[in-house]
């Protein structure tokens, strides 16, 4: 007599969940591991193992799993997340306000890219400037829908266009994230055209 078969069946998350945990890996990986007692490399890499279990255990609200994880992962249309090729790390692709070096190569950028914000935001940007805020870069975007959804999270949403090719002339360093995403310093107000 053979022995019975079971299949396995893993509950999706609720929309909600997937967004709780998406909000949750982000603010830790790249603002606050601390908060649950996590500790990144220089790199910015967690071990999964490690990251599931702090979470699970921290009182965050949130269980997770390395399904769960997955999920979250791979469904990201932002790909805010980079598993290593061994699949035992993971890391926020940018926007880290902590001091990480993501060991990205300097890129030539295209003669213009975008950047989304919201219309409160516009004068004070026009006289100084895109700051990094608390980030550790500015981010730019190389469609204008992308920065138009960015914008949006914001408020009303404005695009700029930044020419991206005369800052570069100007010894402006760039870079692209794993999710690409366009990183760079600052962008001093006389680059961008509004």
Do not use: A, F, I, W
């Given at each position: 007599m053979r022995a019975p078969v079971f299949s396995q069946q893993v509950k999706k998350m609720t929309p909600n969940e997937h967004t709780k945990i998406s909000k949750l890996l982000s603010y830790v990986l790249r603002h606050k591991p601390d908060a649950i007692g996590l500790t990144l490399d220089d790199q910015g890499w967690a071990d999964i193992d490690t990251l599931i279990d702090k979470i699970n255990t921290s009182n965050q609200g949130s269980t997770l799993n390395r399904s769960r994880?997955?999920?979250?992962?791979?469904s990201s249309d932002k790909k805010r997340f980079t598993l290593s090729g061994d699949g035992k790390k993971i890391r926020a692709a940018q926007g880290h306000s902590i001091d990480i070096d993501l060991d990205l190569k300097p890129v030539k950028p295209p003669e213009f890219l975008y950047h989304g914000t919201a219309t409160r935001f516009l004068d004070s940007i026009l006289q100084e400037g895109l700051k990094?805020?608390?980030?550790?870069?500015?981010?730019?975007?190389k469609d204008i829908e992308t920065a138009t959804t960015v914008g949006e999270r914001y408020?009303?949403?404005v695009i700029l266009t930044v020419n991206t090719g005369l800052m570069y002339e100007h010894g402006f360093t760039f870079y692209i994230a794993e999710n690409g995403v366009w990183l760079t310093k600052k962008v001093p107000a006389q680059f961008i055209i509004s």
């Open positions: 994880l997955q999920e979250v992962v791979l990094p805020q608390q980030r550790q870069h500015v981010h730019l975007s408020g009303k949403p």
